[in-house]
């Protein structure tokens, strides 16, 4: 089992920054990928970024288009967190955001059944 706590919502206005964080803990050397979602209420939840954990794609990144170029997503390594760093966020990237993880499957992939594991969400809202 692994156990996800995202972090690091809030308000803010257009343009300006939020950094979300998640710590893993328990069986991490299992995962193939860690991701964020986001969910706007009665939608779909969709991937924005995910990064490699382990095998030949370590530390590779996916983000989804709209966010390229405006988020940036890390891992650390020796404290098994990842951040998601959001810059010149928009109103249209107001959502509820969760971390996600996997064992299996490609770090590219968008397919939200693959994961496995679930951090309890965090909100992030952006007024203009």
């Known amino acids: 089992q692994v156990q996800l706590q995202d972090s690091g919502g809030g308000r803010v206005q257009a343009g300006e920054s939020l950094r979300l964080s998640c710590a893993a803990s328990g069986r991490t050397f299992d995962l193939s990928t860690v991701g964020w979602f986001r969910q706007v209420l009665g939608k779909e939840r969709d991937l924005v970024a995910a990064i490699s954990w382990s095998g030949p794609s370590e530390g590779s990144v996916y983000y989804e288009d709209s966010v390229k170029g405006r988020f940036t997503m890390t891992r650390d390594n020796a404290k098994n967190t990842v951040a998601l760093q959001m810059s010149g966020l928009k109103p249209q990237d107001t959502a509820v955001y969760f971390c996600?993880?996997?064992?299996?499957?490609?770090?590219?992939?968008?397919?939200?059944?693959?994961?496995?594991?679930w951090g309890q969400g965090t909100q992030v809202t952006v007024s203009s």
């Open positions: 996600a993880a996997k064992r299996s499957g490609a770090y590219h992939s968008t397919l939200e059944f693959e994961y496995d594991y």
